[in-house]
């Protein structure tokens, strides 16, 4: 069975044709703020909070830093394929120029499934934490409505419908909104570090790595993550493994920034333009997550988090009687939130489009308008499946599904680095990772390493997706591939 490798011109070529075009209208700090809108969002204000309580303790500083460097390693891959191949589609595209049409097609399936579970679960919180601001401020609005027997979360439909008319007019006009939103939950951020370090008290970093113990709360082998069931280990918290576990779960606070390279087809300039944004973001974001993590760890100690239930920074605050911080980090929250739905409205719409426009899925989903140049019917219809499943279903414990998705792109994208220098050394790289290919091979077994950290329960679900995709790669997409098609008529127009 043939690869189907397609050649990078292809690819290249297809950005320009007529109807299924995007316009090239983002620069660097477009896609920086993109990067930063969608990473800072609700996690920065729970996830340290959690994994310090659960599983690095104060030493989840250092769970902070290690994500981060994963995430780096892996984002330079992705710089560098965008600056070589800077079409809409991201790791399903570099997939497809150097592993071969079946692995484009297992990423892109994943990647739907990081973007459509992100996209759900983001604004499914948006609509919770919309009821909690209303409490807060004393305002008395249901976000719920009876509709026969089912009950409709309005909150999670008007934060993607809103959106979803924005994408639709234009992704500069909603790089613009996305900007001015980035702009000011950053703020807040920065407002709450800067508070948050008065309260800092050097005895709560100690012990910095509270010494290992049993974890009783994963007990049941689906709770359990892969690397303790085959090593047949005993579940524990904190520690060194508390500190690799912690990664895993802060993890999730890098998520999205693979979706930028999903807009290298829309950038000005991409081949500069992305590395820098992508890099540029990462950065930013990074500075924060420890900044945010050295604040709570620093405010409290991680054993009265850990007393408590769904720990975050507010809670942190009001431990330490600054109760009045919980209004402004809700509403920091909800502000965060907002633009992450918007981020991954584009990135699954991106991603459906690229995968439309080589017939892996019906064609006429990759259809742009004349007027706005954005796949308007696709971007509709990307959300109305999301308003439905946020406001209508518990999408939370499928929130893990996010990072294994995310996850398995990242080792793919890593190993296609080498592999596209080997067999394309011709072209045009304005930006190359380091030290290749031990970096690339380095950021796949990072990756892969925080992969087997999650919970079997997780691997279970992203199995059964996997088989659900490979029905639909062999029952429709195989027979309907352009590069397929291309060269079962190859041997006629030679002869």
Known sequence: MSRRIKPVEQSLDETLEVGHSLKRSLGVLDLAVMGIAVAVGAGIFSVGAQAAADHAGPAVIISFLMAAVVCGLAIMCYAEFASSIPVAGSAY??????????????????????????????????????????????????????????????????????FTVLLALGTKLSSRVNAAFTILKVSIVVFVIIVGFTYLKPANFTPFIPASQPNTAQTAVLQQSLFSWLTGASPSQYGVLGILSGA?????????????????????????????????????????????????????????????????????????????????????????????????????????FAMSRDGLLPRSLSKTSEKHHTPVRLQIGVGVVIALIAGLTNVSVLSDMINIGT????????????????????????????????????????????MINLPNETWIRFVVWLAIGFAIYFGYSRRHSLVGKQEAQAPLSVS
Do not use: H
Not at 136 to 148: E, H, K, R, S
Not at 273 to 286: A, D
Not at 289 to 295: D, E, N, P, R, T
């Open 93 to 162: 595209t570099f997939t497809y120029s150097t592993m071969g049409e079946l692995l484009a097609w297992i990423i892109g399936w994943d990647l739907i499934l990081e973007t459509l579970m992100a996209g759900s679960v983001i604004a499914k919180y948006w609509g919770i934490y919309l009821s909690q601001a209303f409490a807060l401020f004393g305002v008395d609005v249901p976000t719920t409505v009876a509709i026969g027997p089912l009950k409709l979360d309005w909150g999670p439909v008007l934060i993607v419908a809103a």
């Open 407 to 450: 996850l398995s792109a990242f080792v793919l994208v890593s190993i296609g680095v080498p592999i596209l220098r080997k067999t394309r050394p011709d072209l045009d790289r304005p930006f190359k990772i380091p030290a290749s290919p031990w970096l690339p091979w380095l950021s796949a077994l990072a990756c892969l390493w925080l």
């Open 248 to 352: 895993s779960l802060v993890f999730f606070a890098f998520i999205g920034f693979d979706i930028v390279a999903t807009s290298a087809e829309e950038a000005k300039d991409p081949k500069r333009t992305v590395p820098r944004g992508i890099l540029l973001g990462l950065t930013v974001v990074s500075v924060l997550y420890i900044l945010v993590s050295i604040v709570i760890t620093g405010m409290v100690s991680y054993k009265q988090l850990a007393a408590t239930e769904n720990p975050s920074l507010a809670t942190a605050f009001e431990l330490v009687g600054a109760s009045w911080a919980a209004k402004i980090i809700t509403i920091g929250i909800l502000i965060g939130l907002t633009t992450v739905v918007m981020v991954l409205l584009l990135g699954l719409t991106r991603i459906v």
